[in-house]
């Protein structure tokens, strides 16, 4: 029986073509989104991959999601954590509101949908977790102490998350893209791209979001058992830890 998938954000950017490839590698996968009902029912329509509304950053709504999802294809055993915002600005002018909405969207989210799959994946003794972190969440960034500290704090977690469940056939790993080619970043005027961010950029381009999503069929394999608590960066070359 094909393994069930649950991305979150995956109807737009990293997490569509993340949904996208799980499914053309045979998982039956379902697609959560927050807001954009018209991109959600595009995306439904374009790749026959159910789509799920509700707020990551809410645990009794990421609980009744997660039972819905359940019912409709089965039991969760491929969770990718990959809905993530911005919201920039400099710390001695950031607000309480973009400190708090980043850190709940980004972080708070990782621990909801985790919490709310790994009994399950405990009792079963099989579950893979991918968690979209960032490399601003490993050198930081100007602008970002709060997306930083968010994706910086999804490493730590999926650190413990990996020891607790290492005897329980569970893997827990995160993927650190650098730039990657979405609306969010092809959005950036053409002369800031090249002046300032592809220069960084030993590749010398953007990543593509099916890039990335290579990273996680990767670790979300059943050969994949023995990767576990690991950070794969996958950045053009543009910060090496
Ligand atoms: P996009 O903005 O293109 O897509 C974000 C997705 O997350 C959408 O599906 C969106 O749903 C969903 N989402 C946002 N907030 C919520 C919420 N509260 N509840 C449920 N779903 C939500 O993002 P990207 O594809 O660019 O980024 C995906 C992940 O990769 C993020 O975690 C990001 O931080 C990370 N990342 C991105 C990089 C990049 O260069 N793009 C680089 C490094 C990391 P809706 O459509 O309804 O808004």
Partial sequence: MA???LVTGGTRGIGAAIAVMLKGAGYRVAANYGGNDEA?????????????????GDFAAVKAGVATVEAELGP????????????????????EDAWHAVIRT????????????IEGMRARGFGRIVSISSINGQKGQMGQ??????????????KAVALENAGKGITANVIAPGYVGTDMVRAVP???????ILPQ???????????????????????AGFVTGSTLTANGGQYMV
């Fill in 3 to 5: 393994r069930v998938a």
């Fill in 40 to 56: 959600a029912n595009a995306f439904e329509a374009r790749t026959g991959i159910p789509v799920h509304k509700f707020d990551v």
């Fill in 76 to 95: 969760i055993e491929v969770l990718v954590n990959n809905a993530g915002i911005t919201h920039d600005g400099m710390l001695h002018k950031m607000g």
């Fill in 106 to 117: 980004n972080l708070d989210s990782v621990f909801n949908l985790t919490r709310a799959v």
């Fill in 145 to 158: 102490a709060n997306y930083s500290a968010a994706k910086a704090g999804v490493i730590g977690f999926t």
């Fill in 190 to 196: 053409e002369e800031v791209m090249k002046a300032k």
């Fill in 201 to 223: 950029i030993p590749v010398g381009r953007l990543a593509e979001p099916d890039e990335v999503a290579r990273c996680v069929l990767f670790l979300v394999a059943d050969e």
